[in-house]
């Protein structure tokens, strides 16, 4: 068989150096036998490693384990190697020269994944298992020198999967924390893959390190992890086209804690980078199902980091972008500090480019959370909807309403409080939607230009990017006319919500825009039946008990009818809920739900509360409207 490179590093090593080394393991032992001739038995991956640590030159380290060996399955054709002692550590060409290549895709039998973000998950045939059953408090490898790197194999069971101390390092092709199928769990008990050597802070002494690729065969599965799947940190690492807890398919969970944790370094005054998606669907990373947050930038214990990107991922859903595959906290979390003065981003999520966007859909809690005293964080183009809580989250608990002249700026939420647009007018036309907005923030509170996009609204969340718009210092606090072209893969009709959201010059964007509201219960009709569907009204569901409550909701601001839920409920231990859905009459919506109570005469208390977190409408301090109805009932 051939041994060709399959795909292309990065290191490019000078004309002076060493020609590589390659050897060929051909026996699952975990004995250091490094003759690597060509006998048969003589060159364990230990043995190889060792060998390739000693040599001059960029080093290979191929696979050829014959089916007779007792560690391999012929049916299946996969050979498991288990080491009983520490992991193996890769320099590669001595600990000043070049790193080595361990290379799993030259085991016979193995099959490239030929499937692309696009066309859906994994179909990697993968014969080389690194378990760690003997050792499960070891870390699998640790690719210690620079230009290293490590392809199609699966690694499971250890406490760290691949540890990365070195730059220029390249990572995939492999499953990292399941089987060899992709589906189902063997946890690495900390994390898949850590960068910088420390599993939790982060040195920062990574520098270029792809994750994944561009290329269908690049693509790792980092799944099933119980810390984290990946710990992140240094400057220029790009992770792209990878699924981060899910399975092979990407249409079911395999979590890990955080799918994708990423941390500063030691040197606060870098510029440390990382870039998470690349904003084309070959670079897409699918990140969900995971246990806690999808992506969490956290400051750590040893700097910042700054002027990263997050830029086409699918995060919440399955592998085709539509189906719920949440993960159980945030979508993303970034709890990174800039200083004012710093320059750069911290975190830019989305972009301006037609795929730059996330689908950030699905999650339990928030979206996008961006706690209080963070700041520039820039989030563009995104779509969100589906998720537990708030879109966009600058930290409270309930939405940050906007304040006069935006003068909360030092004091309130994250992204310095920048308060949202006020939409005060929207006629939709057949091609174009004719807008009105103004943004209530000062030049001295916000760094102008403002950039405002307009999206349509999923619950309290924008979730088809409409147009943007550009605010200027010369326009601000003023209203502004706009007339925005509908794209053609929109259909807006004229009792669809529309939100907004304001970016300024440093990058801090608002919350989605919101409009407060008012509700109230009708008198409760008595009904036979426990359905709002006519057909069912017709004796055949005969509850006495049952009260039919409608709720109107009128919005006290803007020109939208209100959406959302309403959850009704009464004193006897009753509860239903219905949907707003717009009437004729302006600024105006209705909904109707069946209490199923104890059939006992009295005085009964309705309460209904619309669940801002599906709703762009609220109080104007931000909570949710809330009103009680007492009724007697016959």
Not at 137 to 148: K, P, Q, R, T, Y
Not at 213 to 228: F, K
Not at 241 to 268: H, K, Q, R, S, W
Request: negative net charge.
């Amino acid at each position: 068989m051939s041994y060709a490179p399959l795909f292309t590093l990065f290191t490019v090593f000078s004309a002076a150096a060493a020609p590589a080394a390659t050897f060929i393991v051909d026996t699952t032992s975990d004995v250091s036998m490094s003759a690597c001739t060509t006998a048969p038995g003589d060159c364990s991956l230990r043995g190889a490693v060792a060998a390739a640590n000693l040599a001059a030159g960029f080093d290979i380290i191929n696979f050829d384990i014959p089916m007779s060996d007792a560690n391999c399955v012929a049916a299946t054709g996969v050979c498991t190697i288990t080491p009983a002692t520490a992991g193996l550590v890769v320099f590669g060409g001595g600990s000043a020269g070049p790193g080595a290549l361990i290379d799993g895709s030259t085991q016979p039998g193995w099959q490239a994944n030929t499937l692309t973000p696009a066309q859906g998950g994994l179909n990697t045939r993968l014969k080389i298992v690194l378990s760690g059953s003997a050792c499960p408090n070891c870390a699998a490898l640790n690719l210690a020198n620079v230009g290293s790197a490590v392809r199609g194999l699966v690694i499971s069971g250890f406490m760290r999967g691949v540890t990365v101390e070195a730059s220029d390092v390249v990572i995939e092709g492999n499953f990292i924390g399941t089987d060899v199928t992709g589906s189902s769990a063997v946890p690495n008990s900390q994390i898949g893959i850590a960068l910088g050597g420390n599993p939790i802070g982060g040195e920062g002494a990574t520098f270029n390190v792809r994750i994944g690729g561009t290329l269908p065969a690049q693509r790792n599965l980092v799944s099933g992890n119980s810390d984290a799947g990946m710990k992140l940190a240094g400057f220029g690492t790009r992770v792209l086209g990878n699924l981060v807890g899910t399975n092979a398919a990407g249409n079911a969970a395999i979590a890990n804690g955080d799918g994708l944790f990423a941390t500063g370094g030691a040197n606060a005054a870098a510029a440390f980078r990382f870039v998470i998606g690349d904003g084309t669907p070959a670079g897409r990373n699918v990140i969900s199902g995971n246990s806690v947050n999808g992506i969490l930038f956290s400051t750590g214990p040893n700097g910042l980091t700054r002027d990263s990107r997050v830029q086409g991922n699918y995060i919440g859903t399955d592998v085709g972008g539509v189906a719920p595959l949440g993960n159980a906290q945030i979508g993303i979390r970034q709890e990174l500090t800039v200083p004012n003065l710093a320059p750069g981003l911290a975190v830019q999520i989305g972009g301006s480019l037609a795929d730059d966007g996330n689908r950030i859909r699905f999650n339990g809690g928030a979206g996008i959370l961006v706690p209080a005293n963070r700041q520039r964080t820039s989030i563009l183009g995104n779509h969100l909807g589906g998720n537990g809580r708030l879109g966009v989250s600058l930290g409270a608990a309930a939405r940050l309403p906007n304040d006069a002249g935006d003068a909360d700026d030092a004091t309130a939420g994250g992204n310095r409080g920048q308060n949202f647009p006020q939409i005060s007018a929207a006629v939709v036309k057949a091609t174009t939607v004719d807008l009105s907005y103004r943004i209530d923030s000062t030049t001295a509170n916000s760094a102008y230009p403002l950039q405002v996009e307009f999206f349509t609204a999923d619950g309290d969340e924008g979730r088809d990017l409409i147009g943007v718009d550009t605010y200027t210092s010369a326009e601000a606090q003023a209203v502004k006319p706009i007339t925005l072209s509908i794209p053609a893969s929109l259909a807006l009709g004229p009792d669809d919500v529309i939100v907004a959201s304001a970016t300024d010059a440093e990058g801090n964007t608002s919350e989605f825009s919101f409009a407060p509201a008012t509700l109230a219960i009708d008198v409760p009709e008595s009904s036979a039946c426990v359905s709002d569907d006519s057909v069912f009204c017709n004796g055949f569901e005969q509850t006495a008990s049952a009260l039919r409550v409608r709720v109107r909701a009128v919005a006290s601001a803007g020109p939208f009818k209100p959406n959302g839920r309403v959850n009704v409920s009464d004193n006897r231990g009753a509860s239903c809920s219905l949907m707003l859905r717009p009437t004729a009459t302006a600024l105006t919506s209705e909904g109707a739900c069946f209490l199923i109570g104890s059939g006992a005469p009295g005085p009964v208390t309705i309460t209904a509360t619309l669940d801002t977190f599906s709703s762009a409408f609220g109080t104007a301090a931000g909570g949710s409207p809330t009103t009680f109805g007492n009724f007697i009932v016959p």
